[in-house]
């Protein structure tokens, strides 16, 4: 094959790849970056590792906010909606290791404007791992999300039918006040452009291999 037939494929490679881009590009116009912690009143039920057992939440207010989330006001109060948590590994009387998800719509932050766009702003719950240990003093419990584990508590913000921005979230519930502490930290979704140029610099790779062989 000649130096011009290559340049023609890759012309074909190229313009098939911009075709793409001008079509999907405009459903990343909106992104989402940045943090918020949510607290307030939660109940878990009793009882020594149980499986599965629950945790609700009763109230949730904002803490603190950066980045885009200064954006998202309330009213309207964010809805958490409960979690089973389903026990994986119980490692003695008074330890027990957890897992919960997926939950759609795991945290409803309601109608919300973000750059000029109205809608509702949600976060989907996709995996989570929990430690539940229960403690002498008082006889009390704590879960905790674990951020440092394999597969933290992660999920996705969806605005206006699109996923903005990958999530994820860790937090405390303290058996002692019942009280609870969320925080989630979004960081948005590659752009198509990103995403696009290295599947064109695949394709071009491919085209090159393919030719040097026949050669």
Known sequence: MTISSVLKTLSVVTVATTAVVSTIAPAQAISLQGSVSL??????????????????????????????????????????????????NPVDD??????????????NFGTQTIDGVTAQLTFDLISAEFQRSRLAAGGFETVFLLPAANSPAQGVFNFNGQTIANGVITGTLSGSSDTYQLNLVAEPVPEPFTILGSLSALGVGAVLKKQQKKS
């Open 39 to 88: 607290n307030g009143n939660a109940t878990i039920e009793g009882g020594i590792n149980p499986d599965p057992t629950t945790w609700g939440f009763n109230t949730a207010v904002f803490g603190d906010r950066t980045g885009d989330f200064a954006q998202v006001s309330t009213p309207p109060v964010p809805t958490i909606q409960d979690l089973t948590l389903d026990l994986d």
């Open 94 to 107: 008074t330890l027990g290791f957890y897992s919960a998800g997926p939950v759609t719509s795991f945290i």
